[in-house]
């Protein structure tokens, strides 16, 4: 309790603290932004126990970045705040978002001003945004607002780098932490640098903190910095400092302070602040006296330092504190007057006492003067000193004065209320602390922070069940905690949550109810990969549908059914739950309805490899996206179609439907939708033979669903580039990619039936592409033989037949089994026949020309390989038509023909050298030396994709003189990946050095 005695003694005030003893430290943080300045950005991890100087330090760092030219963005976590989602990200950046014209805003988010408002209220008390478009899964559209804001930020520190502190993470939500994680991740190549600070004392409470610091440090894009205590020297040095006094006359006292505050700065200070507070140390005659203390008697914790400084305070300054503490956060002036029943000018009074006592700090905020403790502990402090009814009585009265202050706006600020409301731990107020907390949930489910909301209704659901009872306000609750734990991940919790409300809504026959959260059942056990059980919730969410008349939901439950049976590869019964779904969206005319049943339609036959339905399906698909307006609809039609295409080996229309598609995937801000479009572009690439380009983008590709966290994308990405390097006759590199692949696949245990099919038939196929090169046909045969079996339990055509068979084929040539050959190659092309792929029709006559040629090659024999050969060209399947070549060669060569060889294994040897196929090149060279010829050409014809656009761009910039960190600079790349991109691009061109590597390009016109 405060002294009712306010006559103290005055306090001579103490200049402020100059720093001291941290010159490492600065110098790791100084480097953190000398890194960013060059367009590497990361991340720095700075903690310590309270009171070590984390606070101090990153000031320190900000004043370097302004005096730099940087902005600045500062953002803390409150104690009090654990449950806002993303609240010191907003604390750091709203400052910046909205001192930017709205014009400004849209062109740095390109477009995604809604999502960015979504995340962070834009304008003051103005409601929460909505995001431009809501489809998708909750993964997926919380991906979007951080890569929204990730590349907001990104071109924001186009113009002047970004530093963002981010103060107190141990106490800070899990949503900012995923935020934090995201952004960290994907910073590599911005101006950006973010420090973030945390408590050691309080680290115990935070497993994500620990798990999302670890993560980003294992991967090289953020370092730890750990504080320890100041050194003795730098505790003298204080002390000469900040009272002026000689070395000599401070030496012995200085070495008491550090033995007993082990040199904590927080503790040095408030050690010297008491000591100056209680007069031990005094000022006469312009010089410090009192050096000469036995002991100090130092209390043990900084608390009872800090208990000392309050007890001195006045009554109404004590009760001022008491508010603010209970209050908070930061508190504005207004805010403060509110809540607190004193007359205007002895709350005036009180805050200039906390003002001078070093206990408040006065700020403005948006125009508002705002209040905040000069140190957290302080406000533990004077928190801990309430009693627990004391601080009931205080959160019920700010929380009724709060309410009353925001008046029509309150529910903005639902999630302050709820706390206050819910620490009142006052019955009659329960009602208010669950409208709020609902509040708070449903702001926090829309900004995607799943964590949070579960936690606000969970609240709310406990405080329900105490009362007397609403049972519709319980049901609702239920069903609202249910989907909270379900987006958060929980889904064991989640699963019991709907199966109560499934009870509830059956004993009421409540069957709109019922059907919707059977509905939401199924979705739960299909997300677990348990198709059976899910199947059994839809069927019953069918027949409560039926007993209700409601169409749309039971035109969306036959939809949602048709997935489990797609998994259960019960193709009879998906398309009959299609065909009704799709009955009654043209029955009601629901245009967004039709979208949604004509996509899922397309892609159904698409798999099975009906090509025709599929396609006018898709075409379906795409007129009602756009007439409802549903882009993420008119991006899966277009999807499917660019899939479709490839299929058929129609390229032209596969690259105009991913160019489609990668429209809206940006237009979405979606960085999942790219993904999707690259994995075509990819294989696109692969097979068009543009190969340095498809590398190029598989990396950045699988960097970003890494990042990511894509299940069953990453291994499929992984699959393609392991397949590519073994092209390039980069084996061991080739079998890390796949080895990979094979273990997040799950390949390993292919009986497993939730492991994605479409993934698992890839990686076995990279698997079998692996053996063929390093000439093992056994282990082709074994790994292909269970790939096959995978595809045909799924009934999925298209993919058994895509890479699987030719390349089973292949081997068992070399195997010299030509009539198991030939069965496969029967069956190559009985299936691509059915589903009209003509890229497997024509490898099958590939395979069966050759098969007829390997036994005993004739003339005519030959000249149908040659045939197929150029089919294969005019598809194209540039690497798989050369290797073609290359056996034509040896048999032109059997049959005595020199020249027509040459020609052959030139038109090969150039195919090769464009795409980097490495083993293969030198094979043709081989072939070539044996016929005592010289391959034609060692460069291929301009506009070859043979280099990468970056390579070309450096080229061209070696050809203007610049060195390797010049040209970094100019292109806003890594130094060390200049000297890697000169490095392909030398062993492209089969030169020694950067400046020979430029005269060629220049000379073959390829720059
Ligand atoms: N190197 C230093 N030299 C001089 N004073 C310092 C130094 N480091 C910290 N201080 C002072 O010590 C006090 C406590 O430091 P600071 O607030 O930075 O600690 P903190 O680690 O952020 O604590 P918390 O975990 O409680 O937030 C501050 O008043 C600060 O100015
Ligand atoms: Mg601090």
């Known amino acids: 309790m405060p002294s009712s005695d306010s006559q103290q003694p005055a306090q001579p005030s103490l200049a402020p603290f100059p720093l001291v003893g941290r010159a490492a430290e600065l110098g790791v943080l100084h480097s953190l932004l000398d890194d960013a300045e060059k367009g590497r950005g990361r991340t720095v991890f700075l903690s310590g126990e309270p009171g070590i100087g984390k606070t101090r330090l990153s000031e320190e760092l900000a004043r370097e970045a302004t005096r730099r030219q940087w902005v600045v963005a500062v953002g803390r976590a409150y104690a009090v705040e654990s449950g806002v989602p993303y609240a010191p990200f907003a604390d750091a950046l709203l400052p910046i978002l909205r001192a930017l014209p709205p014009s400004a805003l849209a062109a740095l988010s390109r477009g995604g001003a809604a999502e960015l408002a979504l995340l962070f209220p834009l304008s003051i008390d103005a409601p929460l945004g909505r995001p431009s478009v809501v489809i998708g899964d909750a993964a997926e559209l919380k991906t979007r607002l951080f890569w929204t804001l990730l590349q907001f930020l990104i071109r924001y520190a186009e113009k002047a780098p970004l530093l963002i502190v981010l103060e107190n993470l141990h106490w800070t939500d899990p949503s900012s932490l995923e935020l934090l994680h995201f952004t960290a991740r994907q910073l590599g190549g911005a101006r950006v640098a973010i420090l973030c600070t945390y408590s050691t004392s309080e680290r115990e409470i935070s497993q994500v903190l620990r798990a999302t610091e670890h993560s980003l440090v294992s991967v090289g894009l953020a370092s730890s910095q750990q504080l320890t205590g100041l050194p003795a020297s730098a505790t003298t040095e204080l002390l000469r400092r900040v009272f002026g006094a000689a070395e000599e006359t401070v030496r012995d006292f200085a070495g008491m302070l550090f033995g007993s505050t082990r040199g904590n700065p927080l503790f040095l200070e408030q050690t010297i602040k008491s000591l100056v507070g209680s007069g031990r140390l005094q000022q006469r005659d312009g010089s410090w006296h009192g050096w000469q203390l036995d002991n100090l008697q130092l209390p043990e914790y900084i608390r ?3 208990l000392a400084r309050i007890q001195r305070l006045s009554p109404a300054a004590y009760a001022v504190a008491e508010l603010a503490a209970v209050v908070g956060v930061r508190v504005s002036h207004d805010m403060l007057r509110a809540v607190c029943d004193l007359p205007t000018h002895e709350l005036l009074g009180a805050i200039s006492e906390l003002r ?35 601080a009931r009585m205080l959160h019920a009265r700010v929380a009724e004065c709060m309410e009353r202050y925001y008046g029509a706006g309150a529910l903005v600020h639902a999630n302050e209320l709820a706390y206050h409301f819910v620490r009142s731990d006052a019955r009659e107020l329960d009602p208010k602390a669950i409208a709020f907390l609902r509040a708070a949930g449903a702001h926090a489910a829309a900004r995607h922070a799943h964590r949070e909301a579960a936690s606000y209704l969970q609240t709310a659901f406990e405080l329900a069940q105490r009362g007397e009872g609403d049972t519709d ?15 958060s991940g929980d889904s064991r919790n989640a699963l019991a949550l709907w199966e109560q409300a499934q009870r509830g809504a059956s004993a009421a026959h409540a069957l709109p109810r019922l059907a919707a959260i059977e509905r939401r059942l199924g979705n739960l056990h299909y997300s677990q990969g348990r198709f059976v059980e899910a199947l059994a919730h839809y069927d019953m969410g069918i027949a409560a549908a039926e007993r209700s008349h409601d169409e749309l939901a039971l035109a969306k439950l036959l939809t949602s059914k048709t997935t489990s049976l797609e998994a259960l590869g019960d193709t009879k019964a998906q398309a009959k739950a299609l065909h009704d779904a799709l009955a009654i969206a043209e029955r009601r005319n629901d245009k967004k309805l039709l979208a949604r049943v004509h996509r899922a339609s397309a892609l159904f036959y698409l798999w099975l490899g009906m090509k025709d339905k599929s396609a006018s399906h898709a075409l379906h698909a795409l007129e009602f996206a756009r007439a409802s307006g549903e882009p993420a609809e008119a991006w899966s039609a277009h999807w499917a179609l660019a899939v479709l295409s490839a299929l058929t080996g129609d390229t032209i229309a596969t690259k105009h439907h991913f160019v489609e598609a990668r429209r809206i995937a940006d237009e979405l801000h979606s960085p999942v939708l790219h993904l999707r479009v690259d994995e075509i572009e990819i294989e696109y690439k692969s097979a068009t033979g543009d190969w340095p380009s498809a590398v190029e983008q598989a990396s950045r590709s699988i960097a970003l669903a890494r990042a990511l966290e894509q299940r069953t994308l990453l291994p499929r990405l992984l699959t393609y580039t392991g397949i590519l390097s073994v092209g390039r006759g980069e084996l061991e590199e080739g079998k890390r990619y796949l080895d990979e692949a094979w273990t997040l696949s799950g390949a390993a245990y292919p009986d497993n039936r939730s492991g994605d099919v479409h993934t698992l038939v890839r990686v076995y196929a990279g698997m079998a592409i692996y053996h063929l090169a390093m000439r093992e046909y056994d282990e082709v045969m074994r790994y292909g033989l269970i790939g096959l079996a995978v595809a045909d339990r799924s009934g999925y055509a298209p993919w058994s037949v895509h890479r699987l068979l030719p390349t089973m084929i292949e081997a068992l040539f070399w195997k010299q089994d030509f009539a198991l050959a030939d069965f496969y190659c029967e069956r190559l092309r009985h299936d691509s026949e059915r589903v009209g792929q003509r890229v497997g029709v024509v490898l099958a006559e590939a395979g069966e020309a050759m098969s007829a040629m390997l036994r005993g090659t004739t003339q005519p024999l030959l000249d149908a390989v040659i045939a197929v050969a150029d089919k294969i060209d005019t598809i194209p399947l540039a690497f798989d038509g050369a290797r073609l070549r290359l056996e034509i060669a040896r048999r032109h060569v059997e049959m005595g023909d020199r020249d027509s060889a040459i020609r052959q294994l030139n038109r090969a040897f150039e195919v090769f050298s464009r795409i980097g196929a490495a083993a293969e090149l030198e094979q043709a060279r ?42 970094a600079k100019a292109i806003g790349c890594a130094h060390r990946n200049v000297g890697k991109h000169l490095e392909n691009a030398c062993r492209k061109l089969d030169c020694h050095n950067r400046h020979e590597a430029a005269e060629r390009a220049r000379l073959h016109e390829l720059i």
Do not use: C
Not at 473 to 487: G, S, T, V, W
Not at 933 to 949: D, I, K, M
């Open 304 to 306: 009872d330092l800090f």
């Open 356 to 390: 001078r006592a070093d206990m408040l700090l006065e700020s403005t905020e948006d125009r508002n003067i705002v209040y905040d403790f000069t140190h957290p502990l302080l406000r533990e402090t004077v928190h801990g000193e309430l009693g627990q009814a004391r």
């Open 473 to 487: 306000l319980r049901a609702d609750l239920i069903e609202e905690l249910a989907l909270a734990k379900q987006n």
């Open 926 to 967: 081989a072939q070539l030396r044996e016929l005592d010829a010289r391959p034609r050409t060692r460069v291929p014809p301009s506009g070859s994709p043979l280099l990468s656009p970056r390579e070309k761009e450096i080229l061209l910039l070696v050809l203007q003189h610049k060195s390797n960190k010049e040209i």
